[in-house]
Each structure stands twice: as C-alpha cells, then as structure tokens.
T-cell receptor
C-alpha cells in the first residue's frame, strides 16, 4: 500500500519555541492531508484539513495561529506548533488520501506519528 | 453528523480467550468502516476494513462484519495472544473523494495476560 512518512517521530522542545512536523506522501499525490492530535489514552481528534495550494480548514476550537499548516506541494504538508507550551505536548498524526479513480474508493494512509514534549 | 461509538474498556483477557469489541456508528448512506490498531508508543495501522453492507473484513485472525441493519461493525477474534495487546479504534469514512476525513471512535484498550 501507499506510504505516508512523518518526521520527526519524537521531539522535545523548550517552552516558547516553535516545532515543525513534516508529513510526506511517498508514492502518491495527495491534494488533501489531515492532521490529528491524540491526547494520552484518548482517541484521535481531527485538527485541520490541509489543502494543497490553499489555506487549511481548521476544526472548531483549534487555534489557527498556534498550529500553522502549510501544504506547498502534492506530497508535503507541514504542521508548525508555534510558541509551544507544555499543554501542547501530545501525539500528532497526519493522514493522506490518494486521488480516487472514477467509481473507486480511496483509502486513508497514516503517518507514524510525532510525539511532542514541551518542557 | 457522522460518529462512532465503541466500548472503551480497558478490556483484560487471558491468552486464548475470545475477543469481542463492540462498535456502532451513526451516518447517512453507506460509509466505509475500519478497525485500526495502535501498539504502545506507535502510530496507527489499518487492521481491516469493509466498504459495503454484509462485507466481512478479516486480517491476522480478526474479523468484523458490516451490519447495515444494526449499524454495527463489531471486532472479533477467536483466540487472543499477548501480542494483541494494543488500543483498537473503530472508524468510518466516506471514501469517494480525497477530502473525506476519517472519524474515530474513542478507542478500546486491550490487555492480554499470559
């Protein structure tokens, strides 16, 4: 199946700094990528939908200025956590779908996740 | 809107016991249904899926059948192993466009003891 690569897998940063997480579709083009956040022992909550060449669509309650999303190409989306604080510590996962052929379903592929710890 | 409900656990079973994790969904039309597994400290892996009513998804001894009449997609395994200890997420998605997001249930933590 298709592969979504997410980097880094773990990052520790100091409070007040910014962290960038990359999500790449390795063998397919993704016009849309999704960013999820997972709190400890909780489910995955969709943060935003990233659209290639246009602004991301954020879910209710997600701060646009805190979580900057850039989708500059069909294979790369980035999530930047700006001015990180300890409460931003979490597991972040990206997902991408390939472009469906007529009449066929598409499958969502997930990255390995990034564990962010803000100290 | 679309949603997924599943038993949250935690579920603790002895090795070789029978496993059932219940999952029900709310959605219009015919979404695709999925079970994902997350092992400790790792990302998500697709375990199995079903794309239409009465389809049965199966993988690694796990099975789930898409029941439209009861809007359910219960996960079963006849004999669990210690290595099956993980968190299991039921999910749904409409899969016709690249814009369709995946909606997850709350997850069920499974611990299998020797």
């Amino acid at each position: 199946g298709a592969v979504v690569s997410q980097h880094p897998s773990r990052v520790i940063c100091k409070s007040g700094t910014s962290v960038k997480i990359e999500c790449r579709s390795l063998d397919f083009q993704a016009t849309t990528m999704f960013w999820y956040r997972q709190f400890p022992k909780k489910s995955l909550m969709l943060m935003a939908t990233s659209n290639e060449g246009s602004k991301a669509t954020y879910e209710q309650g997600v701060e646009k200025d805190k979580f900057l999303i850039n989708h500059a190409s069909l294979t790369l989306s980035t999530l930047t956590v700006t001015s990180a604080h300890p409460e931003d510590s979490s597991f972040y996962i990206c997902s991408a779908r390939d472009i469906p052929r007529t009449g066929e379903n598409t499958e969502a592929f997930f990255g390995q996740g990034t564990r962010l710890t803000v100290v | 809107g679309d949603s997924v409900t599943q038993m949250e656990g935690p579920v603790t079973l002895s090795e070789e016991a029978f496993l059932t994790i219940n999952c029900t969904y709310t959605a219009t039309g015919y979404p695709s249904l999925f079970w994902y597994v997350q092992y400790p400290g790792e990302g998500l892996q697709l375990l199995l899926k079903a794309t239409k009513a009465d389809d049965k998804g199966s993988n690694k001894g796990f099975e789930a059948t898409y029941r439209k009449e009861t809007t359910s997609f219960h996960l079963e395994k006849g004999s669990v192993q210690v290595s099956d200890s993980a968190v299991y997420f039921c999910a749904l998605s409409r899969a016709k466009t690249s814009y369709d997001k995946v909606i997850f249930g709350p997850g069920t933590s499974l611990s299998v003891i020797p």
